[in-house]
């Protein structure tokens, strides 16, 4: 059995695409990264589940959205990785929502998520008097959005509604306020019955 070792300051990673077309002829890139960095990536798949963390550092591969990480594995120092887990936030159950920290929305119910960022829902046209965004706000402040847990994946709390017919109508009938065509075509033909929102603390 191998003995642990401490966490170092920094992991040599070789990094390649996972992307669906990407080609067999991908560049690797291989660069010094610091180990929370690394160990940030595992937490979306995780959590602070220090184990699953250590397994991870010991196999010596990870993807993480469209990219693959590869370094050589060691047994960690199991109060390294409790030392390195607790610079993160925890989830916090008794935060509210609060629509001035909220940066993303998400719609969902139908066979497509609808995304939609704060910068994209804020866009006003010329002679607008509210956003899109702000009508989502507003219908995100009521009593019954309820917080979730804390996203690593996105270093942000997320909390989560279930909205009712009146207002899902309400959000599809504002589309036309929507300056990208994608979103607005997606709010117009979609369903959804339940909206998430992530907010930086």
């Known amino acids: 059995m191998l003995a642990?070792?401490?966490l170092p300051q920094t992991v040599r990673v070789?990094?390649?695409?996972?992307?669906?077309?990407?080609?067999a002829l991908t560049p690797v890139v291989v660069q010094e990264l610091p180990v929370r960095d690394l160990i940030e990536h595992m937490l979306g798949f995780t959590g602070k589940d220090e184990a699953r963390i250590r397994e991870l550092l010991k196999r010596g591969t990870l993807v993480s959205g469209a990219s693959r990480f590869r370094w050589t594995g060691w047994e960690a120092d199991a109060d390294g990785v409790r030392e390195v887990l607790g610079t993160f936030p925890d989830?916090?159950?008794?935060?509210l929502f609060e629509a001035s920290r909220c940066m993303?929305?998400?719609?969902r119910g139908g066979r497509q998520a609808i995304e939609i960022s704060r910068e994209a829902?804020?866009?006003?046209?010329?002679f607008q008097r509210a956003s899109f965004w702000e009508l989502l706000m507003e219908v995100a402040g009521a009593p019954s959005t309820a917080y979730a847990g804390y996203s690593y994946r996105?270093?942000?709390?997320w909390f989560r509604r279930e909205l009712s017919v009146t207002?899902?109508?309400?959000?599809?009938?504002?589309?036309?306020s929507v300056r990208f065509s994608t979103i607005r075509n997606q709010l117009r033909a979609g369903a959804f019955a339940q909206m998430e929102l992530y907010c930086e603390r």
Not at 91 to 95: E, I, L, Q, V
Not at 121 to 126: D, E, Q, T
């Open 4 to 6: 642990s070792m401490p």
């Open 14 to 23: 070789k990094l390649s695409s996972e992307a669906a077309e990407a080609i």
């Open 91 to 95: 989830a916090d159950p008794s935060r």
């Open 104 to 107: 993303r929305a998400i719609l």
């Open 121 to 126: 829902g804020a866009r006003k046209g010329l």
């Open 154 to 157: 996105d270093r942000a709390d």
């Open 167 to 176: 207002e899902t109508e309400r959000i599809r009938a504002a589309s036309d």
